[in-house]
Nanobody, 120 residues
Framework: QVQLVESGGGLVQAGGSLRLSCAAS????????MGWFRQAPGKEREFVAA????????RYADSVKGRFTISRDGAKNTAYLQMKSLEPEDTAVYYC?????????????WGQGTQVTVSS
């Protein structure tokens, strides 16, 4: 089973940018599709973005399209979420996840999460 560790969260002003990282260990990341979810206080965890095993396909929630970009670096065994034009509504704990296929993203391994806070 792959182990995932997120980093890169923090406090940023509205309109700012952050890049989250998800470092994998235990297995080669290329064997997995990768995804990001988030959970705001009092809300359910929601899908943010996903990228296929080879990096050739990606999907985004409508709320982040055009602002967030998911990517992966096989050499570093790391996935990323570049977030731009951040809004207070993006405030949440962001979780990285890995699944054998992009169709099953969210049903595999999870990281511990990293907090993103966007101030207005």
């Amino acid at each position: 089973q792959v182990q995932l560790v997120e980093s890169g969260g923090g406090l940023v002003q509205a309109g700012g940018s952050l890049r989250l990282s998800c470092a994998a260990s235990g297995r080669t990341l290329s064997s997995y599709a990768m995804g990001w979810f988030r959970q705001a206080p009092g809300k359910e965890r929601e899908f943010v973005a996903a990228i296929g095993n080879s990096g050739g396909s990606s999907r985004y929630a409508d709320s982040v399209k055009g602002r967030f970009t998911i990517s992966r670096d096989g050499a570093k065994n790391t996935a990323y979420l570049q977030m731009k034009s951040l809004e207070p509504e993006d405030t949440a704990v962001y979780y990285c996840t890995a699944s054998p296929d992009i169709a099953t993203i969210g049903f595999g391994s999870w990281g511990q999460g990293t907090q993103v806070t966007v101030s207005s």
